[in-house]
């Protein structure tokens, strides 16, 4: 695995002492969840411009990945960058660099409103398309998890897929989560059924062995500090 650059120094300026998320870094094995610098932010826009999923399916509330390449790796990029600054304890993103063997595959991200309150965070994901059904997903939806509970003291962990994302939901599924709802929203134009579940801290502590690996999280604690939760 290769070592994260340097992060930036000012004079006497510490880029990680100002903006905390700078330093956040979830590792387990191979698998790595890191902060989208700006280097990371563009291998990740490439990315999504090659393809999140195939062209007759839509999995996303927002279709972002509809356009040319270029209009897609632009669309994140505003997105990215605009999330990258929303970081505020009632209303927070946190969109993470997902790298396998130092090689970018996705973006696992979490988002929260009120969260001092409700301490309850949802979800989202995506991979490239050439790097699904290998498990990753499972692997980075847990990575995250660890961060939200063990690392950002969350109470709940939320998550939703519509009913014909059949890989998202047998995530969700695999780790546990139990339904909390569905409801019928417009996608594209059409009608389409979206799927909720939630898991608790409790579950989460008493999830079985095989969902306990030996993952690290760092730099959560100066996070749940700027999230107004330490
Ligand atoms: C959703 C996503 C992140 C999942 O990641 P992934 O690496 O493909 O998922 P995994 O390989 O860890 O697990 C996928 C599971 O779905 C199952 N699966 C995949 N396609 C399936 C299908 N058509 N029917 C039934 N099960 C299916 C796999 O068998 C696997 O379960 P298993 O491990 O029990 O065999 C990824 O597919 C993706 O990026 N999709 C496009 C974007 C997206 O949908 N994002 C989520 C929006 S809610």
Redesign the pocket.
Same mark, same amino acid.
């Not at 990680?16 to 956040?24: E, H, I, N, R």
């Not at 962990?157 to 998202?168: E, I, R």
């Given at each position: 695995m290769t070592d994260p650059p340097a992060p930036c120094q000012g004079d006497g300026v510490d880029l990680v002492d100002l903006w905390p998320p700078a330093g956040l870094r979830v590792q387990w094995d191979d698998l790595e969840l890191r902060f989208l610098d700006d280097d990371l932010l563009l291998r990740v826009a490439e990315l999504a411009g090659e393809g /999140? =999923?195939a062209d007759d399916r839509m999995?996303?509330m927002t279709p972002w990945t509809r356009g040319t390449p270029d209009e897609v790796a632009r669309g994140l990029l505003r997105y990215q960058w605009a999330a990258r600054a929303q970081v505020e304890p009632d209303d927070w993103k946190l969109e993470l660099a997902v790298l396998v063997g130092g090689e970018v595959v *996705?973006v696992q991200g979490a988002f929260a409103t009120r969260y001092p309150v409700t301490r309850s965070a949802e979800t *989202? %994901?995506? &991979?490239g398309v050439r790097? =699904?059904? &290998? *498990?990753? !997903?499972?692997?980075m939806r847990l990575a995250m998890l660890h961060l939200l509970f063990d690392g950002l003291g969350a109470h709940e962990a939320t998550t !939703? $897929?519509f009913s014909d994302? $059949? $890989? %998202?939901l $047998? /995530?969700t599924r695999?780790l546990g989560y139990l339904a909390s709802g569905r409801r019928r929203v417009a996608r594209e134009g059409a009608v389409a059924e979206s799927l909720s579940f939630a898991m608790s801290v409790e579950q989460w502590q008493a999830r079985p062995a095989s969902q306990r690996p030996p993952v690290t999280v760092t730099g959560a604690e100066a996070v749940a500090e700027m999230l107004g939760v330490a």
């Amino acid at each position: 695995m290769t070592d994260p650059p340097a992060p930036c120094q000012g004079d006497g300026v510490d880029l990680v002492d100002l903006w905390p998320p700078a330093g956040l870094r979830v590792q387990w094995d191979d698998l790595e969840l890191r902060f989208l610098d700006d280097d990371l932010l563009l291998r990740v826009a490439e990315l999504a411009g090659e393809g /999140v =999923h195939a062209d007759d399916r839509m999995p996303f509330m927002t279709p972002w990945t509809r356009g040319t390449p270029d209009e897609v790796a632009r669309g994140l990029l505003r997105y990215q960058w605009a999330a990258r600054a929303q970081v505020e304890p009632d209303d927070w993103k946190l969109e993470l660099a997902v790298l396998v063997g130092g090689e970018v595959v *996705g973006v696992q991200g979490a988002f929260a409103t009120r969260y001092p309150v409700t301490r309850s965070a949802e979800t *989202g %994901s995506w &991979l490239g398309v050439r790097f =699904h059904s &290998l *498990g990753i !997903g499972t692997r980075m939806r847990l990575a995250m998890l660890h961060l939200l509970f063990d690392g950002l003291g969350a109470h709940e962990a939320t998550t !939703g $897929a519509f009913s014909d994302n $059949a $890989a %998202s939901l $047998a /995530v969700t599924r695999k780790l546990g989560y139990l339904a909390s709802g569905r409801r019928r929203v417009a996608r594209e134009g059409a009608v389409a059924e979206s799927l909720s579940f939630a898991m608790s801290v409790e579950q989460w502590q008493a999830r079985p062995a095989s969902q306990r690996p030996p993952v690290t999280v760092t730099g959560a604690e100066a996070v749940a500090e700027m999230l107004g939760v330490a």
